[in-house]
């Protein structure tokens, strides 16, 4: 059996439960995530994105670091 890729500790009222759920009952719940499954959904995203270039000079590519950075944030 392998362990879910995300669970979630209910942090609703006073403190943290002493068990965790695979699915968020609150808007409070800390989510925690495996960090293989992390690493994977990172990489996937980085290698299907490739469209951050934004010129080259004397075959140096540049990209747009801060926009790529914000839309690996909002897909993380």
């Known amino acids: 059996m392998e362990a879910p890729e995300k669970i979630y ?6 403190g943290f439960s002493h068990g965790f759920h695979t699915n968020k009952l609150y808007d409070s719940d800390v989510e925690y995530i495996r960090k293989d499954a992390f690493i994977e959904k990172a990489c996937e995203w980085l290698i299907n994105h490739n469209d951050y270039i934004c010129g080259s000079t004397n075959g140096i590519v540049k990209y747009d670091m801060k926009q790529l950075v914000e839309d690996f944030k909002k897909y993380m």
């Open 9 to 14: 500790l209910d942090s609703y009222g006073s």
